[in-house]
């Protein structure tokens, strides 16, 4: 008999929910919340659907005991990144422990295990005080559209983000910037070097520099939780046809940030090698202007959520340690809201890659581990 959650999971993995925002012509959230409203609304839960963007819906379990107690939260999201050159992103393929897909890992696998878990508290009987919150959220991947939704509306006395950490409960992770840089030149026909200036050369001395600072950020003593801060280039663009110099290029950047680091300190450095360079060269011209940021995140690793997680993890004879992970999550955003958060999922590889899995015994072990801290910590 294939396992509840296993089977839970193969329907999300078939469903393309990949974020409009990153990928055009992504199917969105729609389609995959109707399947999670309608699984947990078959265990007697009391489900919500509310639209954050349009055609795009948060959907929100709640299981409640008799009388007051304590809250708890199980949250993860629902839209995936796009699936350009994957060859069937939403057939899902078991083997050899693994089950493939888009999404299997991030974070579908997560996703069928909280929601799975909690449609078993609701079955067996839910202890007489308390209440359990299962938000299922939308964009993620892009802006967090769907847990500052929920962090404005729902509140709670903990919560368990259940992105993939092999198992690892997760004490915190890093924060990210994103800044736009734009080098300017002057169009000319391509045989006229005198005339033209080329915008697409200048941005490769701001490359260099970010590649500079790079290799200094990621050589300073590393955050206890959070490892070392980082950057990379992500996109570039510039120029208008073969014969003719490039008047602009616009490079977009993302800087991982650690615990110490405001999300505009990306933007702060960037203006400083683009201050230096035009002291260099009169004629360069460049600007940059910062994005979009998300700050890091940590919760004390002495708080009885993520050691009470440990020790339930560890009963049932697995691996598992405190520790911090290196992408974002929107545990920081419930966190800023007042609710302390772990990160805690199960395992697998292909993260964003072409060939995505999650490994099947980690998606059953994670759900198994969510119902024992939901019944210990609410009862």
């Not at 990379?232 to 615990?259: F, N």
């Not at 960037?270 to 700050?295: H, N, S, T, Y």
């Not at 440990?310 to 992970?325: C, D, K, P, Q, Y």
């Amino acid at each position: 008999m294939i396992d509840s959650t296993i089977k839970l999971l193969t329907e999300l993995v078939a469903i393309d929910s990949v974020n409009p925002q990153l990928a055009p012509g992504g199917a969105g959230e729609g389609e995959i919340a109707e399947a999670v409203a309608a699984r947990m609304r078959s265990a007697g839960i009391d489900v919500e659907i509310t639209e954050v963007l349009p055609g795009r819906p948060n959907v929100v379990g709640v299981i409640e005991g008799r009388a007051q107690g304590p809250s708890l939260m199980f949250c993860g999201h629902l839209d995936t990144v796009g699936v350009i050159g994957m060859e069937s992103p939403f057939t899902p393929v078991e083997r050899e422990g693994r089950l493939y897909g888009r999404g299997a890992q991030d974070m579908k696998g997560g996703v069928a295990a909280m929601v799975d878990a909690a449609c078993a508290l609701a079955k067996s009987g839910w202890p007489k005080r308390g209440r359990l919150i299962v938000a299922a959220v939308i964009d993620e991947e892009y802006e967090s559209a769907g847990a500052e939704a929920i962090a404005a509306r729902w509140k709670a006395d903990a919560a368990v983000v259940t992105e993939p950490t092999d198992m690892t409960v997760a004490i915190g992770h890093k924060g990210f910037s994103w800044v736009e840089v734009t080098t300017r030149g002057r169009a000319a026909h391509g045989s006229r070097p005198r005339e033209g200036r080329d915008a697409i050369l200048r941005m490769g001395r701001v490359l260099s520099r970010l590649e500079s600072l790079d290799r200094d950020l990621q050589s300073r003593e590393p955050h206890p939780v959070h490892g070392t801060a980082s950057l990379h280039a992500s996109l570039i663009e510039g120029g208008r046809e073969l014969s003719t110099y490039p008047d602009s290029c616009c490079l977009k950047i993302e800087r991982r940030t650690v615990g110490g680091e405001a999300i505009h300190t990306a933007l702060a450095e960037v203006e400083e090698i683009l201050d230096a360079l035009k002291a260099e060269d009169p004629e360069f011209e460049a600007q940059a202007r910062f994005m979009f940021g998300r700050p890091s995140y940590e919760i004390a690793s002495e708080h009885e959520l993520p050691r009470n997680l440990e020790a339930i993890v560890r009963r049932a004879g697995r691996e598992t340690r405190l520790a911090g992970m290196t992408y974002w999550t929107d545990a920081a955003i419930l966190g800023e809201a007042g609710i302390p958060s772990v990160v805690f999922g199960p395992g697998g590889a292909g993260l964003h890659g072409l060939e995505e899995y999650v490994l099947i015994d980690e998606v059953i072990a994670c759900r198994d581990a969510l119902l024992e801290l939901a019944r210990d910590y609410c009862a």
